[in-house]
């Protein structure tokens, strides 16, 4: 990327987000040589690197801010930054530009007291570069008590959780739209049902099927169902040991407990299938509301040779020629539901 930019030498403003789970720590005086070398004109340089390097150390860290605090960065670009990190087991953390330019954040500390800044000069105005405005998602890596003092949490709109969620965030949220369970469960049903009372805009779920069942202590909750019965709108069952976008596979006896939970309300639906469609499209087209449905047909769950493509042949989807259906290869279906659209 740097050989790429080196030849980019018109370039007034440079925004870079990289978010590599195993990346190593960025070095500013790489960044300063290479500005000072090729991008002479450049004005304003927005950043976020995310990094996990199990072989890093505290000291190692406060090196790497060192980088990004020469006279080049703080007096002649006046560009600060901060890093907040994590080394209880390796180091894990993000070091970003000021102010932070990008939608996405990941929270990587139990607490923001613990971040390291450059922002330190007297005659700064903080509030000029104090601002997480933009940010309209939250990823958390790690359970962090209460959000960063300059946070404007009206704006967050997305939440994926990889790890436990503090119950002081609850009331923060109340703009939120869409939320992503990531693999690991940290929270009861009873705090899911307390979450859900706080977050009425919500109206997106991405979950393992796994965690969805213990989050309604296996469907039974009549509180949390009956939220999720009136808030969500657009459900996705994702694969559970996957941090991509890759759909779990629900069996067709789960998939009645989401047609009886969802069936009211929900509008689009994606899941893993490993039944023929003869067997589960009767029972999904309970939902009432569905206009979108798509199927991940996973080859290695069935002994046949019938790959979705091969449902376009199915009589029982033909029934509605106001329905659009497409199978971009062999394991995935969509079906938009023209009659409802």
């Known amino acids: 990327m740097r050989a790429a930019l080196s030849?980019?030498?018109?370039?007034?403003k440079l925004a870079l987000y990289e978010n590599g789970r195993h990346s190593s720590l960025p070095n500013g005086q790489t960044w300063e040589q290479l500005i000072q070398s090729s991008?002479?004109?450049l004005k304003t340089f927005q950043f976020c690197f995310c990094f996990h390097h199990f072989n890093s150390n505290l000291n190692q860290l406060q090196q790497a801010v060192a980088s990004f605090s020469t006279p080049f960065y703080l007096f002649d670009k006046r560009w600060f930054i901060r890093c907040n990190y994590d080394c209880r087991y390796s180091a894990m953390g993000t070091l970003y530009s000021l102010p932070f330019a990008f939608v996405e954040m990941p929270i990587d500390v139990t607490s923001f007291d613990t971040s390291m800044s450059t922002l330190i000069a007297s005659d700064v105005d903080d509030t000029k570069y104090?601002?997480?405005e933009k940010i309209k998602t939250l990823m958390f890596n790690e359970k962090c008590p209460m959000p960063h003092r300059a946070f404007l949490t009206s704006n967050i709109v997305r939440l994926v959780l990889k790890t436990g969620l503090s119950t002081n965030w609850y009331f923060l949220l109340s703009n939120l739209r869409h939320l992503e369970f990531r693999r690991t469960l940290h929270m009861s049903s009873s705090d899911f049902n307390h979450f859900l009372a706080n977050t009425p805009q919500l109206h997106s779920l991405t979950v393992p099927i796994l965690v969805l069942s213990k989050l309604t202590d296996k469907f039974t909750h009549k509180t949390v169902c009956?939220?999720?019965?009136q808030q969500i709108h657009s459900l996705t069952i994702s694969e559970y040991y996957s941090y991509g976008n890759d759909l779990g596979i629900v069996s067709v006896r789960l998939l009645s407990s989401l047609v009886r939970i969802f069936g009211k309300k929900c509008e689009h639906l994606s899941l893993g299938l490993s039944a023929h469609p003869n067997t589960v499209l009767p029972v999904i087209r309970r939902m009432q509301q569905l206009r979108s449905l798509h199927i991940r047909y996973h080859p290695w769950c069935h002994n046949s040779h019938v790959t979705a493509s091969s449902w376009l042949e199915q009589p029982l989807l033909r029934t509605n020629v106001s329905n659009f259906?497409?199978?971009?290869?062999?394991?995935?279906?969509?079906?938009?539901f023209g009659n409802r659209l």
Do not use: C, G, K, V
Not at 7 to 12: C, K, P
Not at 325 to 336: E, L, R, T
């Open 39 to 41: 991008l002479p004109l």
């Open 130 to 132: 104090e601002s997480y």
């Open 226 to 229: 009956d939220q999720l019965s």
């Open 325 to 336: 259906m497409h199978s971009p290869d062999d394991d995935n279906f969509f079906i938009w």
């Open 7 to 12: 030849q980019l030498s018109r370039l007034t």
